[in-house]
Structure formats: structure tokens, C-alpha cells
């Protein structure tokens, strides 16, 4: 069964940094040998958005919004993807979610219908 937990997620003040953790199951990388995984978040209101994703092979994609501030890794060995999220602003707040993809360009297209796994959430605040 694949499972990804999410953590890291709390509230920062405008212009502060955090890095967001998503350990997956062993099981998704022994199913897998070619994947992708990102990170999505929605806000209060809105729709869900993708905001970063990586492909096996490390190849990344970001939304404009987030680019040059937000960096997307994978730990192999530890079976864990990072959100390394700095000079955060307010409209960064929202839900962070995890996801995964089952073949090396699904997640990579940052589209929600795309990615077949997803974590429960974690919560980022930032404050003016």
C-alpha cells in the first residue's frame, strides 16, 4: 500500500522559510521503477494547485508563483521528498499536500488528475 505523511508545516512570519517533509512507503519505490512526485496546496476557497514536482530521473517543474523561492528535492534513501520554501509570504498560506505518480511524467504536469497517491496535509501560515 503507498502512503505519504507529510510534516513540517506550521506559521511563520512574512519573509521566513520552512521545508516541508513527505515520507513515502518503501512500497511506492518497489512498485515503481520510474515515478514523479510534487507538492500542491489549497487555500481556503480556492482550488487545489500544483506547486512543484520532480520526476525520477530528478528533472523539476514550479509554478510561476513560487519560482526562484521554493526548492522541490527527493532523498532516495530515505524515501522522502522535501519542500524547501523561503522568503514565504502571505499568500503562501494554505494546505500543502503531498503526491505521487506512478509513471515519470504524471506528477510533473502539476495537474491534480494526474497524480495517483496523496498525503493527508499539512498546514503553512504565514503572517504580514
Known amino acids: 500500500q503507498v502512503q505519504l505523511v507529510e510534516s513540517g508545516g506550521g506559521s511563520v512570519q512574512s519573509g521566513g522559510s520552512l521545508r516541508l517533509s513527505c515520507a513515502a512507503s518503501k512500497y511506492f519505490y518497489s512498485r515503481y521503477s520510474t515515478y514523479s512526485m510534487a507538492w500542491f496546496r489549497q487555500a481556503p476557497g480556492k482550488q487545489r494547485e500544483g506547486v512543484a514536482a520532480?520526476?525520477?530521473?530528478?528533472?523539476?517543474k514550479y509554478t510561476d508563483s513560487v519560482k526562484g523561492r521554493f526548492t522541490i528535492s527527493q532523498d532516495n534513501a530515505k524515501n522522502t521528498l522535501y519542500l524547501q520554501m523561503n522568503s514565504l509570504k502571505p499568500e503562501d498560506t494554505a494546505m500543502y499536500y503531498c503526491a505521487a505518480g506512478g509513471d515519470h511524467f504524471g506528477c510533473l504536469l502539476l495537474l491534480t488528475v494526474t497524480c495517483n497517491y496523496w498525503g493527508q496535509g499539512t498546514q503553512v501560515t504565514v503572517s504580514s
Open positions: 520532480i520526476g525520477s530521473d530528478g528533472r523539476t
